[in-house]
């Protein structure tokens, strides 16, 4: 309960702009989120039943396909788009109606869901998926999954597995989930802003392959003690950094050629590691923080 309202405070927070110490133009999607319409069901799956009905909990089972409603896609696949039942442990299955199942949503303001497994047939896990859920604990993404989108999860889960195929974090993905444990996968190309707001994790390394750092990506992280910017990244926008109050060092490549002058507010004991004549060489003698040479 005292996570989920914290989450609920960060949230307005950011959204009327009073952020202390950063600035005020923070874009935080609106989280409530209405119940799905009806769409086109796609038939029966060939699952196990559980034969409980209040809150069972499945962590072995695929969760009965009666619980979800789907739709087509273009490609003949399916998008879950929203659920209705009582479990507690959400085990989805990779096909339904005998077709794969490859977008995840629908699962908004489903509080009481403990647990999620998704499928290696899932390419998407779509805006608001999980968004409201302040109770899930354990999260496992399938092997497959190349974006996670805006809003995508809440919870409590401390520690999630990136897929090697990822290739987007969108917008407040994981905004004001406790993450303690974080690997950022070598084929993402973008971090949304907001996507990491809050996190718990003392260290991180970013990979060449992300082009752009979005703004407040990385916002009160006030456990982050060292980051590692690697050779590729370009652009760090505003306050991505912002009241991150223990970080130390944070290595910056000669790649990255724009900063915004508040990237780092509030990070009083921060140094910056760069080569010399870089652009991050130069942005640290013009914003008067500590700079070393690697």
């Known amino acids: 309960m005292k996570r989920r309202l914290v989450s609920m405070f960060m949230v307005g927070m950011m959204v009327t702009g009073m952020v202390t110490g950063c600035g005020n133009e923070a874009e935080i999607t609106d989280t ?75 699962f908004a303001n489903e509080d009481e869901i403990t647990s999620v497994v998704i499928p290696d047939t899932v390419r998407e896990i779509a805006d608001n998926a999980f968004v409201n859920c302040f109770n899930i604990k354990s999260v496992k993404v399938g092997a497959n999954v190349e974006v996670i989108g805006d809003n995508a999860f809440d919870g409590e889960f401390e520690e999630i597995a990136l897929p090697n195929t990822l290739k987007v974090i969108e917008d407040n993905a994981f905004a004001s989930v406790p993450l303690k444990v974080l690997s950022i996968p070598n084929q993402v190309e973008e971090i949304g802003g907001g996507a990491f707001l809050s996190a718990d994790i003392e260290n991180l390394t970013i990979p060449g392959s992300v082009k752009m750092i979005g703004y407040q990506a990385f916002l009160y992280c006030d456990k982050l003690e060292t980051v590692v910017i ?38 009083k004991d921060v140094t910056i590691i760069a080569e010399p004549g870089s652009y991050a060489e130069e942005f640290a003698i013009r914003n008067d923080i500590p700079v070393q040479n690697p």
Do not use: H, W
């Open 32 to 106: 409530q989120v209405p119940e799905a319409a009806s769409v086109v069901q796609t038939g029966d799956s060939d699952v196990v039943e559980s034969d409980t009905t209040d809150k069972a909990e499945v962590p072995q089972t695929e969760t009965p396909a009666e619980n979800f409603k789907t739709k087509v896609l273009e490609d003949g696949t399916i998008e879950i788009d929203s659920y209705d039942g009582d479990y507690e442990a959400i085990v989805i299955p990779a096909q339904i109606g005998g077709r794969d199942v490859t977008v995840i949503g629908g």
């Open 230 to 267: 690697e050779e590729g990244v370009e652009m760090i926008e505003n306050e991505v950094f912002c009241n991150c109050t223990s970080l130390k060092t944070i290595t910056i490549p000669s790649s990255v050629t724009s900063m915004g002058d508040s990237t780092f507010s509030e990070c």
